[in-house]
């Protein structure tokens, strides 16, 4: 095994998993502020940028995954690139993921009983955050 | 347990046989975050990956970690 395989690999990790929050905040945001403005320009300007932001995710879960795959027949590399300082930091941006979607559903709730939010809004706006903050997390705890 | 923090001999050993954190993660099998955090103190390893890395300098645990009461 090479010396410098895990280091690489472990940066190209990173470096894929930040492009995807990137891509998601760009994409899924604007999609969500498609919902909310009502001016056709803005539409419209919202729509090529979520667009350039969907092409960063999918480009880069798709090499996010063709990696995953790769290492599939490497079981010692597999294994130290899923070390357990890893699957720690992989819970606890899960959980943080996790405890901002309550808490966004939680405000949610509140703000409904004052104004009225429609349904589809509501969902787009909890998975938003929760994946984002998830990321965010993610890239928070595995930074060098 | 809080007011105990481990302190551990890693880079001493790693300076005794003149080796890099990203040397040493590659003959343990983790990532030189991994054995950066741990070094540091911030991170504490699992039985297993602390045996391990004792194993790998020659040395017992309680050699390579040391529970240290806080004052």
């Known amino acids: 095994m090479e010396t410098s395989l895990i280091e690489r690999l472990d940066k190209l990790r990173y470096d894929l998993l930040k492009w995807c929050t990137i891509g998601w905040g760009i994409w899924f945001g604007t999609f969500i502020l498609k919902d909310l403005i009502v001016s056709p320009t803005i539409i419209s300007l919202a729509t090529w940028i979520g667009l350039a932001g969907w092409l960063i995710?999918?480009?880069?879960?798709?090499?996010?995954?063709?990696?995953?795959?790769?290492?599939?027949?490497?079981?010692?590399?597999?294994?130290?690139?899923?070390?357990?300082?890893?699957?720690?930091?992989?819970?606890?941006?899960?959980?943080?993921?996790?405890?901002?979607?309550?808490?966004?559903?939680?405000?949610?709730?509140?703000?409904?009983?004052?104004?009225?939010?429609?349904?589809?809004?509501?969902?787009?706006?909890?998975?938003?955050?929760?994946?984002?903050?998830?990321?965010?997390?993610?890239?928070?705890?595995?930074?060098? | 347990m809080g007011n105990f923090e481990l302190s551990n001999q890693i880079k001493v050993q790693r300076a005794i046989r003149n080796i890099t954190q990203e040397e040493l993660a590659t003959q343990i099998g983790v990532t030189r975050k991994t054995i950066n955090t741990i070094e540091t103190g911030k991170f504490v390893p699992s039985t297993i990956l602390a045996i391990r890395m004792a194993r790998f300098f020659g040395i017992s645990v309680e050699e390579l970690f040391t529970l240290v009461e806080k004052e």
Do not use: C, H, P
């Open chain 1, 57 to 144: 995710f999918i480009i880069n879960l798709i090499k996010f995954m063709k990696l995953r795959r790769e290492l599939k027949g490497d079981l010692k590399v597999q294994a130290a690139l899923n070390d357990e300082l890893q699957q720690l930091n992989w819970f606890k941006s899960s959980e943080i993921g996790y405890s901002i979607m309550i808490a966004v559903t939680a405000t949610l709730f509140a703000m409904s009983q004052f104004i009225s939010i429609s349904a589809n809004l509501v969902t787009e706006i909890i998975l938003y955050f929760g994946v984002l903050s998830g990321l965010i997390a993610s890239l928070f705890y595995n930074r060098d």
